[in-house]
């Protein structure tokens, strides 16, 4: 199983807008360089989460592309929150699993389910739509850079 990245993004702070890169350092236990988890601004949900769980998250282009299919929604890359966007993978067997994106190995530790605070940060009603496909939430264990075009692969 082999996908690609696609987008990079990340935000300063809980509701900042996210901003598109084309490379980024990843900290092992920690999270991206200059984004809002690794930096303890993010938003928080009141829901517990599994260590490491808010250090990188991931989406398929292929669930954009069927919410838009399925309601006229558009989700790009900067509005999704997530901090990578992928093609050619499915992400939730990778939950439990050791994966590597570029120079980084991770490993997935839950799904990503979708938020109030996305529809409150877009203006969208994406909440029903990203059940269940919100992409995945991983943490980071040899850090290093990822690139957009860097191969995913499960390890």
């Avoid at 199983?1 to 890169?21: F, L, R, W, Y």
């Avoid at 399925?70 to 939730?92: K, Q, S, V, Y």
């Avoid at 120079?103 to 409150?120: A, F, K, Q």
């Amino acid at each position: 199983m082999t996908g690609e990245v696609v987008a990079i993004h990340i935000a300063s702070g809980a509701g900042n807008p996210m901003q598109e890169t084309t490379a980024i350092e990843a900290f092992a236990g920690q999270g991206l360089a200059g984004d809002r988890y690794r930096d303890g601004t993010g938003f928080y949900s009141a829901t517990p989460t599994a260590p490491g769980a808010r250090e990188l998250t991931l989406i398929e282009t292929e669930t954009l592309a069927a919410i838009l299919s399925e309601t006229g929604i558009t989700l790009d890359p900067a509005e999704h929150r997530r901090n990578i966007t992928t093609r050619n993978i499915n992400l939730e067997p990778l939950i439990g699993q050791r994966f590597r994106i570029g120079d980084v190995i991770c490993e997935g530790v839950r799904d990503c389910p979708p938020c109030n605070h996305l529809e409150d940060v877009t203006g969208k009603k994406v909440m029903k739509p990203l059940i269940h496909r919100g992409g995945i939430r991983a943490r980071i264990v040899e850090g290093g850079w990822i690139r957009v075009g860097d191969p995913i692969t499960q390890i």
